[in-house]
């Protein structure tokens, strides 16, 4: 990308954060269909986290998980990737992808985990351990990735760190809480950044143990982003993808769900006969929804492949050095046998 056109682009991006732009979307269209048909006209694939609004799911070309998001933004062939997520999902299929337009349909919408780990602080952190292999959960920004040795993610953490010699040293980051699951999984000691998801981090103890008294038949099933109190009720801990995995093959009819409430849409898609319940956060909301992913809507869906932007731009060192971390995670996840699907 030539300097004039990151400029211009740069330019563009801005008009959209600060509204100068026409972004009125006539309430009557058919915005599915026009998705659709904008995705045939530009040769663009929607990609699509668990935790987005169901209709947003519903139009996207693959759902999944941050590992799969990965791996299917590496093989795609399309020309533009709108990525229905949050920005660091976006730069991850970026530096992917250096060569193709992607799109985030707000540029706003962030990550609470990833902005608890400053790149300017982190080096100085690195620096007080210079052997230890740095390990960081996808789940941070591009910059942090130039930093990292390998990425992870939630479903692949555990044989990323196992895949490490066993006399190096590792910096975990930025999720305290994983990384502490992950201590325990593997028996590694770890040096931890005290990083944190705010969806992950609220969950109710007391709230889920009363609904848990009253649906005794009910599995309890959590991410392990959650705090570790919340891990030891559980009856399965993993990934979007491996709970979603996990209640389509156990017997239980009735699960409550310690992640993002996104996930109920394809956990209710895959197992209509099955019940799902949101575990309750601390507040007086009946589920936890992260208002970052939430930021994306079908209407700014539809206007960012209209107009094609917001575009996510990179510098060329953060793409080159970043995406060594993630090659190296693929690769490893590829002779593990974690494939997309």
Known sequence: MTDERALLNKAKN????????????????????????????????????YYQESEIQDVADYIGDSLGLAQKAAS??????????????????????PHKKVILPDLKAGCSLADSCPPHLFKKFKEKYPHHIVVSYINCTAELKTLTDICCTSSNAEVII???????????????????????????NMILWNGACMVHEIFSHEKITKLMIRHPEAKFIAHPEC??????????????????????KDSAQTFIVA???????????????????????????????????????????????KYELPE??????????????????????????????
Request: hydrophobic letters at 40%; aromatic letters at 6%.
């Open 14 to 49: 801005n008009l959209v954060l600060n509204g100068f732009l026409d972004l009125d979307v006539d309430p009557v269209l058919d915005l599915e269909a026009e998705i659709t048909k904008l995705k045939q006209e530009k040769n663009a694939i929607i990609l699509a986290h």
């Open 259 to 305: 992640t993002e409430a996104g996930i109920l849409h394809q956990m209710e898609l895959a197992s209509p006969e099955k019940t799902f319940l949101p575990a309750p956060p601390n507040n007086q909301c009946a589920c936890n929804d992260c208002p970052h992913m939430k930021r994306n809507t079908m209407e700014k869906l539809y206007l960012s492949m």
């Open 227 to 248: 705090e570790e109190h919340i891990l030891e009720k559980a009856h399965f801990i993993g990934s979007t993808t491996q709970l979603l995995k996990f209640t389509q």
């Open 76 to 97: 795609t062939d399309a020309d533009m990737i709108v990525f229905a997520g949050v920005h660091f999902m976006a730069e991850t299929a970026k530096m992917l992808n």
């Open 312 to 341: 996510i731009i990179l510098d060329e060192r953060v793409i080159h050095e970043g995406r060594k971390c993630i090659d190296k995670m693929l690769d490893i996840s590829a002779k593990a046998g974690f494939s997309i699907g």
């Open 162 to 188: 196992n895949s490490v010699p066993a006399d190096k040293g590792i910096i975990f980051a930025p999720d305290k809480n994983l990384g502490a699951y992950l201590q325990k999984k593997t028996g590694r």
